[in-house]
């Protein structure tokens, strides 16, 4: 699981990165507003690769998937990206825990027939 939504965020560190540039051109909104806030949300992404695995990692990875939608209020094309985002987290934490469900049951199955005890 760790790295699907490792990918799915830092895939959001440049989406972040190219919104920020286009808000300077949309909103009346400062330009160390903005990059204040873009640079906050691209650090969490980052740290939040290295979270994923600690209690709460996934709460706050859906936390940045709503205030990744919210930006559509300063560039509307972030609704859409932003949900498009969201069904990713979505996939990576679903598919992500059936596949170390599936590791670990093969790990048991390959213990089990390297031990004939």
Sequence with gaps: MRTLCAST??????????????AMQLSDLPAATIWTVSGIAMLLCVLLCGMLTRPGGIQLGWALQIALIASGLVVPTMFFLGAVFAALWWASVHFGRKIDEAKARWAAQAEAAADPA
């Design 9 to 22: 965020l830092i895939g959001e560190v440049f989406v972040i990165g190219f919104a920020g540039l286009v």
